[in-house]
């Protein structure tokens, strides 16, 4: 069972530049991405307080504001999955990217993050792998889904369009079937690039000034970014 889940993994998790101008402060950060990224912390704070479909909204209609760009463009991998501020410092990404901004979004509004799960669906229209957010207010429910493809937030049951294949959160893995309960396989840990996304953002945090300063240069050569950002 696990040999043949991580095998769909792999299959399903392939698919799915600029650099400032404006205007920088001494911290070497323009002032676009400084309002993006303090009306992104606004509303984290204002969201200690809302209710849960208060949350969902604001969160999907503040990320489904940014340009959608695939990887191989955005990050010139074939598979990327960036963190919450380099989605909002670069103003893009593709459907994994927004999902997990809008997850942590929820999650640093104080959500429980068992009501959450990333999902892996395949959209049928598009014939492809795509990520939506799921939000289950209880484990019994029709989770509600959060999508960039179709802004509105409706019920699983209601999106036709996508067929559900595994989710996870941070404390595990299941395999979803459209109209069945979903099964419980493993723990997330076994995802290589949901553990290297941890990881990244635990860099961020340790000096987040600096990382999203570098953000700002992310078509640039490392090296190069360095160079435009103060020590």
């Known amino acids: ?14 698919g799915c530049s600029s650099t400032p101008k404006k205007e920088v402060t001494d911290t070497g950060i323009n002032q676009q991405t400084e309002e993006t990224v303090k009306a992104w912390k606004q509303l984290i704070d204002s969201g200690q307080n809302w209710s849960d479909m208060r949350r969902l909204k604001a969160t999907n209609d503040f990320v489904n504001q940014f340009t959608f760009v695939d990887d191989i463009d955005h990050w010139q991998q074939e598979d990327y999955w960036a963190t919450p501020l380099q989605t909002l410092v670069t103003r893009g990404g593709d459907c994994e990217d927004f999902s997990i901004a809008k997850y942590f979004t929820l999650t640093s509004m104080g959500m429980d993050e ?23 207010d209880n484990p019994k429910v029709t989770p509600l889904v959060l999508d960039n493809l179709n802004t509105q937030i409706l019920p699983a049951t209601q999106r036709d369009d996508l067929y559900p294949v595994y989710s996870f959160n941070g404390k595990g893995l299941w395999v979803n079937k459209k109209q069945q309960s979903d099964q ?11 553990q290297k996304l941890l990881k ?4 961020e945090a340790a000096n987040e000034p600096a990382m999203i300063c570098l953000y700002q240069y992310y078509d640039l050569t490392d090296s190069e970014a360095r160079t435009r950002c103060p020590d």
């Open 114 to 136: 068992d009501k959450l799960r990333l999902t892996y669906v395949k959209a049928l229209s598009l014939n492809q792998a795509h990520m939506v957010v799921s939000y289950y």
């Open 200 to 203: 990244s953002m635990d860099v």
């Open 184 to 194: 419980f396989v493993d723990s997330s840990e076994r995802i290589s690039l949901w």
């Open 1 to 14: 069972m696990i040999r043949w889940f991580a095998i769909l993994c792999l299959a399903l998790l392939v």
